[in-house]
């Protein structure tokens, strides 16, 4: 089908079967366009967990839409895309993460939204990058470990000196800039603003003019007086970007900010994940339970 009968197809099946879809910023435009609701991993975890909806298809990874099942039990949560993961997620483990809370029992497990159910279930409360700071300096005087990502894990520690360990995870694109792409690309663009987003390396993040995650960004370029920004994110936000901001300019900080799995969704894939239900997601009742109490303080705290 062409694009304009894949929307209209589409339309028909939402309301058909009172279905809702979610977008995260990191996918293709046309992905985003069609979404109910678009946003970053904390504002789609609020839809979810708030939707009267029957059917939530969510265009993002994996523990995207397990976070969105954890949060509506009761609805029929849908990935168009069965294998859309993150390898982020997959660098903490319910093995060595048990492991290290048998060897650490006086230490406060504080989980990135990136993990996997499993992980999340043997944590004390979870974040997302727009609300970790506000969390964690809610703890800021306990002994902690920030479980998977060790960049952003780090920033916040040195930021607020923290007793906190960092599991030694990362984001596979925004771990890989470097400073001399952000040298290279203000040397280019000499009225640009550098902003990043803080799963980056801590030295790739002190040479921005501005930190914050997705939606941060976003409102920050929206907010903001300057009209041109060099992006250290997934490039998928520039969309979203020129939407809100069309007059002003946008250059990504380089070519590889693209995540393979974010981009793997298809038009045609939501559609058929709609007309056939197909690649529901499934969390055991025992899993779903424990981690539903790390994310619910988690949307309490936020």
């Known amino acids: 089908m062409e694009k304009e009968q894949l929307y209209k197809e589409i339309n028909r099946l939402k309301k058909e079967k009172n279905a809702v879809i979610l977008a995260h910023y990191y996918q293709e435009g046309s992905i985003q366009d069609i979404a109910d609701f678009t946003g970053d991993s904390l504002y789609l975890s609020q839809v979810a967990s708030k939707t009267d909806a029957d059917i939530i298809i969510f265009a993002g990874v994996h523990f995207m839409a397990e976070t969105a099942k954890i949060l509506s039990p009761n609805k029929k949560v849908l990935l168009p895309v069965k294998e859309a993961g993150c390898p982020m997620a997959e660098m903490a483990t319910e093995l060595r993460l048990k492991t290290y809370k048998e060897k650490h029992p006086d230490r406060i497990i504080v989980c990135y939204v990136n993990s996997t159910a499993k992980v999340k279930a043997l944590s004390d409360i979870c974040v997302t990058s727009s609300n970790a700071e506000t969390i964690i300096k809610h703890y800021k005087d306990e002994k902690l470990l920030y479980v998977p990502d060790k960049n952003l894990g780090t920033y916040m520690r040195e930021k607020y000196n923290l007793d906190m360990e960092v599991w030694p995870g990362f984001c596979c694109i925004h771990n890989d800039l470097t400073p001399k792409q952000v040298s290279d690309m203000k040397a280019k663009y000499p009225n640009a603003q550098f902003i ?107």
């Open 196 to 302: 990043v987003h803080p799963e980056a390396k801590l030295e790739v993040v002190k040479m921005a003019e501005h930190i914050g995650s997705t939606k941060g960004l976003l409102n920050y370029t929206i907010e903001s007086s300057h009209n041109e920004f060099i992006v250290g994110t997934e490039d998928g936000i520039i969309h979203t970007m020129k939407k809100h901001s069309p007059n002003k300019i946008f250059h990504i900080l380089t070519p590889s900010l693209r995540c393979y799995d974010m981009k793997l969704t298809t038009l045609e894939d939501v559609y058929l994940a709609l007309k056939e239900e197909q690649f529901e997601i499934i969390v055991p009742k025992e899993i779903s339970e424990k981690a539903f109490i790390a994310l619910d303080k988690m949307l309490k705290l936020s």
